[in-house]
T-cell receptor
Framework: NAGVMQNPRHLVRRRGQEARLRCSPM?????VYWYRQLPEEGLKFMVY????????ESGMPKERFSAEFPKEGPSILRIQQVVRGDSAAYFC?????????????FGPGTRLTVT | GQQLNQSPQSMFIQEGEDVSMNCTSS?????WLWYKQDPGEGPVLLIA?????ELTSNGRLTAQFGITRKDSFLNISASIPSDVGIYFC???????????FGQGTELSVKP
């Protein structure tokens, strides 16, 4: 039973380029969450998606960041025109459908470095 | 914004000792979760708590959901070297999916 998968594990981009981070949730999970972690800090919520719907994007920066979870395929977090401050670890988590559980299971993360 | 205050920030203990860490908030949470993160990896869920007053164990780990719903603690008994890592509390508050994380407690265990 594979866990949450994220790729790439490490991504280096120059300032101004685009970064695409992918997340495949655990089998049977239909809820996906993206978090960002700066060094020596806790995780900060960015966005919560279900298939083809953005449920809560209150943690997403208003510009340059977007997320999607299409009917088929992985969830994508897209950062356009990256800047040095975007350097961080980005984690995806998933949870099963239905109410009553808020247990989120995390992937190994993508470490983005902007040079 | 909502914040969780986690303490202590770091702990250095001897193998075999018991460990206690806690998380407090000015807001009520409906769910408390505890995670462990190893370097270069994602957080791993240790324990989930759903009811005020609930006490739940997972092996040598025990966690409690505070009666006021504004705090939680995690105990680790008889620590071993593989307990080393950063422990995070996380709270869930409302209908949305967002988890609010504490700043983490870094645990070091001396053999």
């Amino acid at each position: 039973n594979a866990g949450v998968m994220q790729n790439p594990r490490h991504l280096v981009r120059r300032r101004g380029q685009e970064a695409r981070l992918r997340c495949s949730p655990m089998k049977g999970h239909s809820h996906v969450y993206w978090y960002r972690q700066l060094p020596e800090e806790g995780l900060k919520f960015m966005v919560y998606l279900q298939k083809e719907n953005i449920i809560d994007e209150s943690g997403m920066p208003k510009e340059r960041f977007s997320a999607e979870f299409p009917k088929e395929g992985p969830s994508i977090l897209r950062i356009q025109q990256v800047v040095r401050g975007d350097s961080a670890a980005y984690f995806c988590a998933s949870s099963p459908p239905g109410m009553g559980t808020h247990e989120q299971y995390f992937g190994p993360g993508t470490r983005l470095t902007v040079t | 914004g909502q914040q969780l205050n986690q303490s202590p920030q770091s702990m250095f203990i001897q193998e075999g000792e018991d460990v206690s860490m806690n998380c407090t908030s000015s807001s009520i949470f409906n769910t408390w979760l505890w995670y462990k993160q190893d370097p270069g990896e994602g957080p791993v869920l240790l324990i989930a708590l759903y009811k005020a007053g609930e006490l739940t164990s997972n092996g040598r780990l025990t966690a409690q959901f505070g009666i006021t719903r504004k705090d939680s603690f995690l105990n680790i008994s008889a620590s071993i070297p593989s307990d080393v890592g950063i422990y995070f509390c996380a709270g869930h508050r409302d209908q949305g999916g967002k988890l609010i994380f504490g700043q983490g407690t870094e645990l070091s265990v001396k053999p």
